[in-house]
């Protein structure tokens, strides 16, 4: 089953229009990151894009470090797990299964994942026998390409279901925004 549209149209857009990096400060956040000193920014300095509907949230930026947004161990830290494997395109991905589960009206996000990554901090196989605990604002490695666009895409799955076989256990770009307090695209991360 596709989950995923073919384009990153809008993307391409926000892109084109992004706010000078001496924007005035976003105002006060009502979700998660604000409410959680535990989570970190997950790439700073990074532009929100995303499309309605998307299986995670885009943070547009070129080569910039990507963090850990809360405590958690490895599944994976490896080459694959993404469907963009066009020329240029970086294929990393990093996935944790988060310590404490983060509340999220009324369900629990178990997971997160990163991928586009240009470059991994450490490369652990899915089927590692010893897992790697990572804390939260760990850095995971640096953010690359994904259909020709910089950035990295971030999602947050349900319940443990890592599948991803399933609308119903999948954060959608607007909820994974409510969940780090309501940015909006064309916002820069802090």
Known sequence: MTLRPLLLSSLFVLLAVAPASGAEDPPARSGALANAPALRNPMP????AGYAGDT??????TSLPVYAVAAGTLDYSEPGHTRWRGKGDTPNSVRVRLDRPI?????SITHMYYTHLSKLERVQAEDAKEKVHVEAGDRLGVSGVGNGVPHLHLGFLLE????QDSWEFILREGDVRAALGGYKNGERLR
Do not use: C, S
Request: hydrophobic share 30%; proline share 5%; net charge positive.
């Open 45 to 48: 300095g990074g532009l929100l």
């Open 56 to 61: 995670g949230l885009d943070i547009g930026g």
């Open 160 to 163: 443990g279901r890592v599948e």
């Open 103 to 107: 509340p999220f009206r009324g369900r």
